[in-house]
């Protein structure tokens, strides 16, 4: 079964410009995830969507980030403008959905700098 | 936030040893899981353990759960230098079936 695919691979942009991530879950998979991961640290939860709704979105900077999953299927997620500290690797899992007890896959993730 | 704090932060081993890494967490869960990220790359899924579950095994690995305190350990047998990579736990919970992820494990196998 092919995996969760997300891009692009790297991204440099500079401070205040905008940039859009796009991640295309496992065939079926009812629940994507966007996670944020900074150098060191484990991964933080941006935004949960089952289908196309969103379930948990409460660490989301809602001032700069926003996020889409059109027809609950593909997914985009923009940070618009763009600071210094959003430097970090965002990755994309999808899992079947709840209660299934099966592990969620993760795509490779996009590393973005602001520079 | 992060649910799960993991100890030891590094570990630095020598082939062949055992690997136990543990995780401590803060709310009821419906189930943890384990994963492990090579330097740069994706998550990888190793094993869950459900919340009525006490331990698990998969091949080299071995998962405990003790839910009254809150605690997993993951343990790796035969080590080798290609599990080098960082190890986190993370928990499921609510109904939503929130994934949030711990601090992280930083092993080293050395040959």
């Known amino acids: 079964e092919a995996g969760v695919a997300q891009s692009p691979r790297y991204k440099i942009i500079e401070k205040r410009q905008s940039v859009a991530f796009w991640c295309n879950p496992i065939?079926?998979?009812?629940?994507l995830y966007w996670y944020q991961q900074i150098l060191g640290q484990g991964p933080k939860l941006l935004i949960q969507?089952?289908?196309?709704?969103?379930?948990?979105d409460s660490q989301l900077p809602k001032d700069r980030f926003s996020a889409e999953r059109l027809k609950g299927v593909d997914s985009t997620l923009k940070i618009q403008p763009a600071k210094l500290e959003d430097s970090a690797v965002y990755l994309c899992?999808?899992?079947?959905?709840?209660?299934?007890?099966?592990?969620?896959?993760f795509g490779s993730g996009t590393r973005l700098t602001v520079v | 936030s992060q649910q799960g704090e993991e100890d030891p932060q590094a570990l630095s081993i020598q082939e062949g040893e055992n690997a136990t890494m543990n995780c401590s967490y803060k709310?009821?869960?419906?189930?943890l899981q384990w994963y492990r990220q090579n330097s740069g790359r994706g998550l990888v899924h190793l094993i869950l353990?459900?919340?009525?579950?006490r331990e698990k095994h998969s091949g080299r690995l071995r998962v405990t759960l003790d839910t009254s305190k809150k605690s997993s350990s993951l343990l790796i047998t035969a080590s080798r230098a290609a599990d080098t990579a960082s190890y986190f736990c993370?928990?499921?919970?609510?109904?939503?079936?929130?994934?949030?992820f711990g601090t992280g494990t930083q092993l080293k196998v050395e040959l």
């Open positions: 969507f089952q289908n196309n709704g969103v379930v948990d």
């Open positions: 993370a928990t499921v919970t609510g109904g939503g079936n929130k994934l949030t």
């Open positions: 709310t009821s869960i419906n189930n």
């Open positions: 899992a999808s899992s079947p959905g709840p209660g299934t007890g099966i592990g969620y896959t």
């Open positions: 065939s079926g998979h009812a629940t």
């Open positions: 353990i459900r919340s009525n579950e």
